[in-house]
């Protein structure tokens, strides 16, 4: 019953991303600008190229706090984004998405420590050979996991994600002689230059970059527009001839590997790793990006993310009520913005880029059309 | 061997456990079958009744004499300050969630989680609450147990069969049946679907409430407690299957009997040994031990 009533919901929403609808424009309005500028683009690619310069100048902000409010906005965007991939793309919410973060984070910090066994700087080799490490451990992670959780989908779907990734914490929380337990692992120094915060900020950028033009590359490849179709009509999907469960089995593991870079990159920022980076509520905080940013938009989980830890950073500085702080921004997302925040600009650029009723209500329509598949 | 005392009294431990288990999952269970919401804040609405109950106790205990008696006003009394608190909250937040998807209903429940987690912080402070009622052990089986045990072991029994047969002897307990399988006809038969979920609601609330009450002498309330158990309940609802209430007893006995020895065991991975029960069932009967396939 929930399954039914859900894919129908999803269905008649549609997808929300842009397409190019390129207007002739004469007159030189507020509207006109911005449908002259960004409407080539759609929302999307202009969200995308404003946040991307946008982390491109944030070292000229004073002050080494907010380059690593940058720095963790970047590293959890990441994440949020491979998140959005199973939840914005394929329809299934994943409450265990931060066990491969975590198996990331593991992967690279417990080898940096193989290679520096007291802790401490490590060589330059080291440290790409550890960070390489990461990635594939997360993968392996998802591809044990993918074989169980692609059975199910909806509220089982999330909750044997949960069941699953709970159960690499408790792993990684137990094993002490090997993860160091509730320890964690500490003294995850990178080398020298690494250890500036504006250069880790840059390398981590050019890593999240590359991540994200890959992500989209995928995305918009044949596979990512059938995972859409799962997304809006699995017995469809079906029916068509699509491997259902292989599709999903392929996506799930492609997100565990981003989720594993982003975790691999958390190690030597915090120079410290914890099993708590496995565990729901390190999930949570990726549903909640991808919601807060809007999970219909290629870039809206990484918005997310500047929303949510911009405003942990701030809230934290003056109170310990961050809870009930980001509770009320979630509720009146989820009552007033249900697309998330660039949900709201997306309806707002689209009033904007249109040239006028008759046509942009034909565009829209072929616009729908093409979207609903 | 281990001592069988202590297996004994860890059984006594692991049925109540599995009694607030069962308290709360019967809410949850109902609230999601009737209304396809599944509600993260469950917990934290008895977790709430709890303090709310500690503190109507301390404020009775001061006027007269700190007894056993004191419990039953202050349970009621949070239980019903609960459930019109759940009314409210059903009319204000969760009505406007009906026809929205599951992340957004989980993630507005869970924003309910933070909130009222704040809330309580606001007002009780951080340390945890608990009530002491003078009671004497006894001696059961040849071991000293709390007789309190007992007591909640029963309430939980006789929620059990009173929810049964609510639901299957009297009126409206079939229409709430009707509605988990038809909403659309039970509507179409004149009945008002919007009082029957914020019954359902509010109910669901009452009963998490009861046994945030009940269970303060014996569990102190604590921040976090919340999420602890929901994450459990969760497990429970998933083992015993949506919408079946037999279903959900059984697993609860079980996982509470289970989390209970495995504390013995290995005390960090309790919740380790739930979640692989949890893992084997969505296996190998995604609907549950006692749920039906078409509710999958």
């Keep these: ?373 | 061997m281990a001592d069988l005392n202590a297996l004994l009294i860890q059984l006594f431990a692991g049925l109540s456990r599995g009694m607030v288990l069962f308290l709360l999952s019967a809410g949850l269970s109902l609230i999601f079958g009737v209304m396809n919401i599944l509600n993260f804040a469950h917990a934290t609405f008895w977790l709430l009744a709890g303090y709310i109950t500690v503190t109507i106790y301390a404020y009775l205990a001061d006027t007269f004499a700190p007894g056993f008696l004191l419990l039953v006003p202050a349970v009621l009394g949070a239980t019903a300050i609960m459930v019109a608190l759940g009314l409210l909250i059903e009319r204000v937040l969760i009505r406007r969630m009906y026809d929205r998807e599951l992340p957004e209903q989980l993630l507005l429940t869970f924003a309910l989680v933070l909130i009222l987690g704040d809330v309580i912080k606001l007002i009780w402070g951080v340390q945890n609450r608990r009530i002491f009622v003078p009671v004497t052990p006894m001696q059961a089986f040849g071991v000293f147990i709390n007789p309190y045990y007992f007591f909640l072991i029963g309430a939980g029994f006789a929620v059990a069969i009173g929810l049964w047969l609510f639901l299957h002897r009297t009126k409206y307990g079939r229409i709430v049946r009707a509605a988990v399988y038809n909403r659309e006809m039970v509507n179409a038969l004149g009945i008002r679907i919007p009082m029957i979920y914020a019954g359902v609601f509010a109910a669901g609330v009452g009963i998490a409430a009861f046994a945030g009450g009940i269970f303060s002498p014996l569990l102190p309330m604590a921040l976090g407690n919340d999420i602890d158990i929901i994450v459990q309940c969760f497990a429970v609802v998933v083992i015993g299957g949506f919408g079946s209430i037999l279903g959900t007893f059984v697993a609860s006995l079980l996982v509470g009997i289970v989390y209970s020895f495995s504390i013995l065991i290995w005390p960090d991975g309790a919740l380790a040994m739930i979640f692989l029960i949890v893992i084997a069932v969505l296996i190998w009967r995604p609907w549950g031990l006692f749920g039906t396939e078409l509710r999958s």
């Design chain 1, 1 to 373: 019953m929930g399954s039914v009533r859900h894919g129908t919901a999803l269905l008649t929403k549609g997808t929300n991303v842009s397409i190019d609808s390129a207007p002739v424009i004469q007159k030189t309005t507020p509207r006109s600008v911005v449908a002259r500028t960004f409407g080539k683009w759609g929302l999307s690619g202009a969200a995308t190229a404003i946040v991307f310069v946008g982390f491109v100048l944030v070292p000229l902000v004073p002050g080494q706090f907010w380059i690593y409010v940058a720095t963790e906005i970047l590293i959890l965007g990441l994440l949020a984004m491979s998140f959005n991939m199973l939840y914005g793309y394929m329809g299934q919410i994943s409450f265990g998405h931060a066990a491969y973060f975590g198996l990331g984070a593991y992967g690279a910090g417990l080898l940096m420590r193989f290679f520096r066994p007291g802790g401490g700087e490590i060589g330059y080799l080291d440290f790409f050979l550890s960070l390489l490490a990461g990635p594939p451990v997360a993968a392996i992670g998802a591809l044990v996991i993918s074989v169980f959780v692609v059975r199910l989908t909806g509220i089982y779907f999330a909750i044997l994600t949960l069941a699953f990734g709970e159960l690499l914490y408790y792993i990684v929380f137990s094993w002490y002689s090997f993860t160091k337990g509730d320890d964690g692992v500490q003294g995850l120094l990178p080398p020298p230059f690494f250890q500036d915060a504006v250069n880790y900020y840059y390398f981590t950028l050019a890593v999240v970059l590359i991540s994200a033009l890959l992500m989209w590359r995928i995305l918009e490849s044949p596979f990512g527009y059938t995972l859409r179709t799962l997304r809006d009509n699995q017995r469809r999907a079906a029916f068509l001839g699509i491997n259902v469960r292989l599709h999903m089995s392929v996506n799930f593991v492609i997100a565990g590997t981003f989720a594993g870079i982003s975790g691999a990159l958390w190690g030597p920022f915090q120079r410290s790793i914890a099993p708590g980076l496995l565990g729901w509520q390190e999930s949570g905080v990726a549903v909640f990006m991808a919601l807060i940013g809007g999970s219909k938009i290629f870039i809206g989980p990484m918005v997310g993310s500047a929303i949510y830890t911009f405003l942990h950073a701030f809230v934290t500085i003056y109170t310990v009520y961050w809870p009930l702080t980001i509770g009320l921004v979630i509720m009146a997302i989820v009552l007033f913005a249900p697309g998330g925040v660039l949900g709201l600009f997306q309806s707002w650029f689209d009033r904007m880029t249109k040239k006028n009723d008759a046509t942009a209500d034909r565009s829209a329509q072929t616009r729908q059309d093409e979207n609903t598949l």
